[in-house]
């Protein structure tokens, strides 16, 4: 049974073999730690985590091949005190090996002493730990450093960042487009609308970070916080090139972001029923519309309106308004208005119109509605004229329309009567008639307006006058204007085209036809070479007799304009000396990674909105990155696709000549076929 | 029985008798073969280098193998497709060792008027790019990548392949094609060229003025590569003009200066006139462009050597008329066009437009454009008279297409000099012709008294150079000389001088230039058994020596030997007498 002296020594004894232990583990930890420390500052992240796990098993290793057994513990207490005489040593021999015992009497007096000198000693005078833990601070105060210095001041989360400058974005869309912002981490490149706020921060080892874009550079101090912030607004396409400055920053620290802005489009409208001009009977119709308006982003407003239009000559009266729509959102981009509009509260007469328009708006601020082509609703009369200016159909259709193009419709017309319904052949007509009307004053205008009174001419004579007129027109008749025959062909003509309009109006198609083959004939006895057609010029046409034959004759001499040397395009002289840049780079690769930075960057600044500068730069940017890599190979590949991206806009800029140059064989070539030639030329039998 | 006393004496005797003979040292006469010495020769491929090392591995143990050309080989192994100059240095037979065909350069060249503000074009020719297959071909100039271009095989497995080069600077031009499939060894030739900050000088003479000819002009004003001179005459005796145009168009030293000439309305010029652009064509080479509204007069036929009748045909809608030798996309729209029943004999289309069937007369092809030469010079005649109108319609290219035209005729007027270099990419100590033409000796019929004409060899930035040996062709106005590419690696400017003017042409010396090369296996086949060798594969390589042992003639020679200087003879020396010195101390006798 042993004694309580025995217990107590065999407890001291564990507790003295734990604090050996541990001394052990953190001497074996803190010469893990010494490597671990330098593996961090240089290797990062992942080597750092290894190299402590090394050292956490470093330590339990050191622990376990370097605690010193109890016998030693017992030595060490003996050295410590040698009055002891071996009596400390030999209790715990006695405890360990249970050897033969010696009788009970000297046990407990081995045990008594042995237990009197060991509590006489400290733990720590046995097992100094000093040494060990003073190293163990010492090895974390280095690992720490590492990390500090690894990243930046401010904690262990930059560790986790790894080598090169992290760089965030956030992308605030303007506000009217009610989009939530969105961060990008470490972008190749961004894709904004126009007026977004781009807040940039960048963790990265310096002083100060110069931020550069098209317009402006920035250079922003390190604030409170670990990274370096700026805002740049995006307005056009350009980039973002960044780099650190200071001792601390990384000397290849360039970076490139190429930004693409998008712009806001206007939105489309159309009228896409009834989708044409229409000829009414009377005011009294309704008509079906139908506009449709998409946006790239969202609608906010589709109306429609409308002004009447009444009165003719000189007195036309405008009256706008708007017309209900019923709307129909298929979502926020697609949205479709419908009506039935009665025509029926305008009181429209013979004669009068409505012009109506669609108009759509999107959330741009400050934006104009766009509108649609307009569309006229006339009610039409006889003799009227479709009016110009509100939009109608394009001045080249004019041109193209003739007395004998209107003849050629008419008679198609009734050629395909059988076989359409009425109201389309009466819309046919009607259209035809608008076509007459056109021509018709085609030729009232060339004749400066038509006189109203000028004698009839199918039944008149040369001698008949209108007395009145001819009061009127007395200087005129006095000049002899009024018995040219050619004039009075023409008013002929004019005269049947409209009674042809008439008929056509009236759906009679026949005795229009009549009337048009007249109004032919009469325009060519009018436009012989014979005839000399006169008109009457307005007081603001009348010739400038004073600006006229006033100079002499020989003063008209030949003129001499100097000839500018032209040279090439701007873009093109500017791309031709990146590319000469690009020149001096390729003889000296392995260390170009910076200056193919400040090239991509060149080029972004060049043309911003230009695909292919967009594309050299992409690939001088991934050339950079190649070669800082190793990779030279593909940093020549790179080099050389962003080479040919700028050689093709340059092409486009100069030109080119075909087929080479003459050589002496060819121009003596050329002299002995000519001479044969000269003897039998080419077409002679 | 025989005693062993005997035995020693014997063993004595000859080990004296080796001494006594080593110190007489006797001369023997013997009939020799010296060993056969093969020339291995390889092409420039790196193909051909691997299969060239292992027919050096095969031979070396039967032959003496010299890597490089050898005049008194007794035979040579050349490995390659490609012919090579250092075949012709020996008679000996010839082995040709036909490894895998491959793409191939077969040419490469551009004109000799490479200037800066414009695109020149480069022609590349291509082998071994057999029909279904497809090849990029990349243009680097000065090591900057400059075009790149897909080329397709064809039915010959030869494809031309159109490259440019825009010159970044004025100066000499490396440049370098390299021709490669998916996987496999690039092609590669190279070529220098001297690009000029020159332009062409360009005469436009309107007699009246033309919406046709005043657009084309103010597109020609445009060109960076032009200089451009004009006269319009907008009435009797008012002219408008631009620059310093010569007085009158009959004065033909006047018009000397111009690379060449644009004409409208040449029904208005009169015979005079017409007298004086002709001698700018025969006499200067010059260029004549000319632009017709209308069936020209018969001034003109007399000009191209044409009698016939002119046709005319407008069209309903207008076609798109592309010029050759441009890129497709040079295109314009006409609806109008003019063109001789049969084209003069030598003309060149550069231009046709195909028109759809009408009731009188099938489809056809009409040339819209063609040139013909007259005399030393050329004559572009355009019949396309209403492009004009369709400037602005999209997807044509109004200016690029005259600006096309135009400077491919200026561009194919003779100089007054011109000097040429071949090859203009070589190796230090490579041979190089160079050949200059003498436009007044050319085209003077011989009669033009020749000035003396100079070349010197000067490196690109000047200097002094070194005067080249020049001798005179047996052609007229041509003349030709030889020299060595100089040892050191640079650029250099071949500099002529002569008829009061100064031309340059580019050389460029480095140690990886590579001289294009095609494919010239049927070449080698016949030469090899012209020379009594023998073609073979790369598989066949192994029976090499066989096949030289059977035609090479080795030479048997008389000669003396030293049988005694031989170290050997120490071993039976040393034996003999170790034998009798045992057989005595086995005897007791010592």
Known sequence: ?685 | MIHASTVRRVARGAAVGIVLLAIVDPAISVLRYDAAVVAVVQGSRTADSVAASDVRNVLHSVVRVVEAPFTSADAVVYVGRALVPQLEQSAAPLFVVENAPSIAVRAIETSHDVLTAGRTPVEVVVQGLPPGNSATALLRSTGVATDRVDAQGTADATALVGLGIVPLEPGVQSLRVEVGARTGEPAIADLSTLARDARWKALVYEPHPGWGSTFVRRVLEQDARLNVVSRTVTSRGITRDAGVPPARLEQAAALAPYDVVVLSAPEALTAAELSGVEHFMRSRGGSVVVLLEQAPPAALDRLVGYSGAWQHRSLATAVPVHLRGTQSSTVVAGGDFVWPSVLPPGAEVLAAVTVSAQKSSPARSIPAIWSVPVGGGRLFVSGATDTWKARAVPGTRFSQFWQGLVGQAASSALPALRVTVSPSAVRPGDAVRVRIEDRAVILGGGSAARSPISAQLVTEQGGAGAALALRASSRRGLIEGDFRAPAHTGNYLVRVTGSGTTDSAALGVAPTNRAPAGDDAALLRRLAAATGGETLSEREFASLPGRLARVMQRKARRGETHPMRSPWWMVPLALLLGFEWWSRRRSGLA
Request: net charge neutral; aromatic share 4%.
């Open chain 1, 1 to 685: 049974m042993a004694s309580a002296d025995a217990v107590r020594i065999a407890d001291r004894f564990a507790a003295l073999h734990r604090r050996a232990q541990r001394v052990a583990f953190c001497e074996g930890l803190a010469g893990g730690l010494f490597v671990a420390a330098p593996v961090t500052f240089w290797g990062g992240v992942i080597p750092a985590v290894v190299a402590c796990i090394a050292s956490v098993v470093c330590g339990a290793a050191w622990m376990r091949w370097r605690t010193p057994g109890r016998g030693i513990i017992a030595l060490r207490i003996e050295q410590l005190d040698p009055s002891a005489r071996n009596v400390v040593v030999t209790a715990e021999e006695l405890l360990r090996m249970h050897a033969p015992t010696p009788p009970h009497a000297v046990l407990e007096q081995i045990f008594a002493s042995a237990g009197q000198r060991i509590d006489a000693i400290s733990a720590a005078r046995v097992v100094p730990a000093t040494r060990a833990v003073t190293a163990l601070g010492v090895a974390l105060m280095m690992l720490v450093t590492s990390a500090v210095w690894r990243g930046s001041a401010g904690g262990a989360g930059l560790l986790l960042r790894g080598a090169d400058a992290a760089v965030t974005v956030r992308v605030s869309p303007p506000k009217y487009l009610k989009r939530s912002d969105e961060t990008v981490q470490n972008p190749t490149r961004l894709t904004v609308m126009r007026g977004s706020t781009l807040t940039v921060l960048v963790s990265a080892p310096g002083d100060s970070l110069e931020l550069r874009t098209a317009a402006a550079v920035q250079v922003v101090r390190r604030g409170t916080s670990a990274a370096f912030t700026a805002q740049v607004v995006a307005d056009s396409d350009g980039f973002l090139s960044y780099r650190t400055l200071g001792a601390a920053a990384s000397e290849q620290s360039v970076h490139l972001i190429p930004v693409a802005v998008s712009i806001d489009s206007a939105p489309r409208v159309t009228i896409a029923a009834p989708g044409r001009d229409l000829l009414l009977p009377n005011g009294r119709q309704s008509i079906g519309l139908t506009i449709r308006a998409t946006d790239d982003i969202a609608l906010q407003a589709l109306t429609l309106r409308y002004t009447r239009v009444s009165g003719s000559g000189e007195r036309f009266t405008f009256t706008e308004g708007e017309v209900p729509l019923v709307l129909t959102r298929r979502n926020g981009r697609e949205w479709e208005g419908r009506a039935q509009w009665d025509l029926t509260p305008l009181k429209l007469d013979a004669g009068d119109m409505v012009v109506y328009r669609a108009l759509a708006s999107d959330q741009r601020p400050g934006a104009l509605p766009v509108e649609s082509d307009a569309l006229i609703a006339e009610v039409t009369s006889p003799g009227g004229v479709a009016a110009a200016g509100f939009a109608l159909d394009p001045e080249q259709e004019r041109y193209a329309l003739s007395e004998q193009m209107v003849i050629l419709k008419t008679e198609r017309l009734l050629a395909a009567k059988s076989k359409m319904a009425s109201d389309s052949f009466a819309n046919a007509a009607a259209e035809i008639a608008v076509e007459q009307r056109r021509v018709r004053a085609e030729f009232v205008f060339m004749m400066g307006g038509e006189m109203e009174d000028a004698p009839q001419v199918d039944d008149a004579s040369m001698t008949d006058l209108n007395e009145e007129a001819e009061a009127a027109g007395e200087d005129e008749l006095a000049a002899g204007r009024m018995v040219n025959r050619g004039r009075v062909a023409l008013l002929g003509a004019i005269r049947n085209m409209s009674r042809a309009a008439a008929d056509l109006t009236a759906v009679d198609v026949a005795s229009a036809l009549t009337h048009e083959k007249t109004a032919l004939k009469q325009l060519e006895v009018a436009f012989s070479h014979s005839r000399i057609i006169l008109r009457a010029l307005a007081d603001h046409e009348r010739l400038d007799l004073t600006r006229r034959l006033g100079g002499a004759l020989s003063d008209a001499a030949r003129s001499v304009h100097s000839v500018a040397a032209p040279s090439l395009p701007g873009d093109a002289r500017a791309a031709l000396a990146l590319l000469r840049d690009v020149q001096r780079l390729s003889v000296q690769l392995p260390s170009s990674s910076t200056v193919l930075m400040e090239l991509a960057e060149r080029a972004l600044r060049l043309g911003p909105s230009q695909p292919l500068l967009q594309r050299a730069s992409q690939q001088w940017t991934a050339a950079a990155t190649a070669i800082r890599s190793k990779q030279f190979a593909a940093g020549q590949q790179a080099l050389d696709e962003g080479a040919l991206a700028v050689q093709r806009l340059i092409r486009e800029a100069t030109a080119t000549s075909g087929g080479g140059a003459t050589s002496a064989d060819a121009a003596i070539a050329g002299s002995v076929l000519d001479a044969r030639v000269r003897v039998k030329p080419a077409g002679r039998p």
